[in-house]
């Protein structure tokens, strides 16, 4: 059985992750007026590294997780992680979001926050990130 604690219900399920408010059913992040859309693969690779909160998680298992069984290279994963830490202004040499455990994978510096349930379930998604960070839309 694994050690992995991994946080419970985020999902597709917007959640806080630092100062930034990441909503992947939309494949966005949001902090402030920026507002960042991702690529699916990258949005995934980022819930997946939240679910194990501040745990080591392997290359393998995110390829495994994200790609399935889609062959890909080490350099697809690479990628996307570079892709993720341009997003959230992270330097691999000075983390603050994602850490690299060299030839054995990922794991977040900062514990996911999942966005408290609202009692208004006929709001979208995108109404209820709004409400909780309302300056994060970047339309204004």
Do not use: C
Request: positive net charge; proline residues 6%; without cysteine.
């Amino acid at each position: 059985m694994s050690r992995m604690t991994r946080s419970p219900g985020l999902g597709n399920a917007p959640f806080r992750l630092g100062e930034w408010l990441v909503d992947p059913s939309l494949g966005r992040i949001f902090r402030g007026d920026v507002m960042v859309h991702l690529e699916l693969r990258v949005i995934d690779v980022l819930v997946r590294l939240a679910e194990h909160a501040t745990n080591l998680v392997t290359r393998q298992q995110l390829m495994d997780e994200v790609w399935g069984r889609v062959d890909i290279s080490d350099n697809t994963l690479t990628r996307a992680i570079a892709d993720l830490r341009s997003a959230l202004g992270d330097d691999a040499k000075r983390p603050a979001y994602i850490e690299t455990i060299h030839r054995r994978g990922y794991r977040l510096l900062q514990t996911p926050r999942p966005l408290a349930a609202q009692p208004q379930r006929s709001r979208s998604a995108r109404d209820r990130i709004w409400a909780e960070n309302p300056r994060g839309n970047g339309r204004r």
